[in-house]
């Protein structure tokens, strides 16, 4: 059998279109090019970032993060952290400074995990035309109330958690279920 001579000059393109195709992705890769919920070190290698539906998803951004949201086109940054919780820096006047909105919806332990909140994040939400970023220190909480949200808007359980798990719903799936459980 003779071995197939591959033209470079096609295989590097091609190669390329591999790498961002979901089969193949790595997580960094997949996760800044296809989810809800996106890779902070990945958003800052790459230099840009797109909502999916509006909002995008993630665990604490740093400075550099954030003046990507911001040269992307993003209008807001919701942050679900609670004040006892450490950013590593003045994450308010990074915000503004960058002229982005900065809004305060603090989660803060199992009770924060509510249809009420996943209420609010919609109305904050559908306040914007342009993109926004909903955070928490992992987006654990944001995927919580996406899938709150989701069954607010008449998902069954399972694709309410489908959606969570996109936008970074994990250790909270328990809650979320129960929450869901008991709506019922």
Known sequence: MRPIKANTMQFWPMLAVLLTTPAFAGDTVLSAVTSKKVDIAAVRELGTVSAVDGMTASGQPDAAALAVFADSGYAA???????DEDRGFDEQAEVEDLGMDYIDLPVIGRDGISFENARKLREILDRYDAPVLVHCGSSNRVGALVALGAS???????AAVAAGREAGLTRLEGVVR??????D
Request: aromatic content about 0%; glycine content about 10%.
């Open 178 to 183: 129960e929450r869901l459980t008991a709506e």
């Open 77 to 83: 940054v919701i942050d679900l952290r609670g004040p």
């Open 152 to 158: 607010l808007e008449g998902a069954d359980d399972e």
